[in-house]
């Protein structure tokens, strides 16, 4: 059993993450933390209270972290998202709140109550991962893992050069990269292998409600009408934390990531140095495709049934 902590802007893709973590049963999902990134926090946390009760991880606590960058005005990618976060998903509004605690506190906690057990995955901006750090840094070394969705080491998608989470918030990623830890760095070259295209899409409609009431209008709410040769969206977020529990899934480097934050065309680049003596990351470069499907189409699935089901679109699969 894998414990996981999810730190994420929900979002399209953080929310295909969070049924992963939810449907996994070798995942013991210990929290959630929100932060302003794809759409506002107030958004990102309802989408995560919302996602909660929906697919019944009741018992989950979620707390709300930073509304924008530690310096920066805030960025968002409601173009790509949608204005509430969830593209066309209307899901029915949460009863539960949020936690009291701050998404800083929730995640102290959370890893102080089992130190090294708990794998620490961040697929937003990491404003909240870099104001842990800043108040407890030797948290680094209470992670199982640290894993963050975000960077590249050939282009962006926020700008030619920088990956969406890294120019979201660049201040914060450089103090994440430079704390002491490893950082599994699950960048763009490796989640644009993720693509859910039209064959995958057929395999979670196959799934039931959860696929077509929840997977499939989050797989294809966005298409890339600049890209000719769109075969669909790429499921970054998913790609985390499958490597928290499939590492044997990724092919991966190990290389210094520096975070450039002052440059003109260049800010919020992550400049990755495969041949450096000194290495901070885990870049992943390879994925087995086939499996990373076959792995989330499976416990995607897992929502569904009894064993593991809250109720999927307000109808209980138990009935
Ligand atoms: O660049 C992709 C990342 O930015 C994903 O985490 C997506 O949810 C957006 O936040
Ligand atoms: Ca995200």
Not at 97 to 115: G, K, N, Q, T
Not at 219 to 239: I, K, M
Request: proline share 6%; charged share 20%.
């Amino acid at each position: 059993m894998a414990k996981i902590l999810l730190d994420c802007d929900p979002g399209l893709d953080d929310a295909l993450a969070l049924l992963l973590a939810h449907g996994d049963p070798d995942i013991d999902l210990v929290a959630v933390t929100t932060v302003g990134g794809n759409v506002s926090l107030a958004n990102t946390t309802r989408n995560a209270l919302r996602l909660r009760e929906y697919l019944g991880f009741d018992a989950v606590p979620i707390a709300a972290g930073a509304e924008g960058p530690l310096t920066r005005p805030a960025a968002n990618a409601e173009h790509v998202h949608g204005a509430e976060g969830l593209g066309t998903v209307r899901l029915p509004e949460a009863e539960l709140a949020a936690s009291e605690l701050s998404a800083v506190d929730l995640i102290i906690r959370e890893i102080d109550a089992a130190p090294g057990e708990v794998h620490l995955v961040a697929t937003g901006p990491l404003t909240n991962i870099a104001l842990t750090i800043r108040r407890d840094p030797s948290i680094v070394e209470r992670v199982a893992s640290f894993v963050i969705m975000g960077g590249s080491f050939t282009r962006g998608n926020a700008t030619p050069a920088a990956e969406f989470n890294i120019f979201a918030d660049p201040e914060a990623a450089e103090i994440v990269f430079a704390a002491g830890w490893t950082v599994v760095m699950v960048g763009l070259d490796l989640t644009l292998q993720a693509i859910a295209d039209a064959e995958i899409l057929a395999r979670m409609a196959e799934l039931g409600p959860v696929g077509t009431d929840l997977a499939v209008p989050l797989a294809t709410f966005w298409t890339n009408p600049d890209d000719a040769e769109w075969r669909g969206q790429a499921v970054h977020d998913v790609c985390a934390v499958a490597h928290v529990t499939h590492p044997e899934l990724f092919q991966s480097r190990r290389a210094r990531v520096e975070v450039e934050t002052a440059g003109h065309h260049t800010t919020g680049m992550t400049v990755v140095d495969f041949a450096s003596a000194e290495p901070n990351a885990i870049v992943p470069v390879r994925l087995d495709v086939d499996g990373f499907w076959d792995y989330a189409l499976g416990a995607w699935g897992m929502v569904g049934r009894v064993d593991r089901a809250g109720t999927i679109g307000g109808v209980d699969p138990r009935a």
